[in-house]
């Protein structure tokens, strides 16, 4: 299992890990419908949702990545998009 906050990082779901801790501290990031912070562990079939001002994006979590980075071509191996809405 890893992080929430390098997680979101890692599949490149944000630039940045402090975006994404800014994100989580800023409680618009949802795993399973419950905000969390930074520390929460990500496992495989979650579902992580990021609720922005007018819209939010939700994705599933197909496995866990075991390097610290990984191309943003492969992101649909680790991720998958299930839902972009408008608010």
């Known amino acids: 299992m890893v992080r929430i906050d390098k997680f979101l990082n890692t599949v490149n779901i944000t630039k940045r890990r ?4 800014d994100m ?12 969390v912070k930074k520390s929460k562990e990500v496992k495989v079939g979650d579902v992580i949702k990021l609720q922005y001002l007018e819209y939010s994006d939700e994705f599933k979590v197909l496995q866990i990545p075991v390097t610290k980075s990984t191309p943003k ?11 972009g809405k408008n608010v």
């Open 24 to 35: 989580l501290e800023s409680n618009v990031v949802f795993l399973n419908n419950i905000s």
């Open 18 to 21: 402090a975006v994404a801790e």
């Open 73 to 83: 071509s492969k992101q649909n191996e680790y991720v998958v998009q299930i839902g």
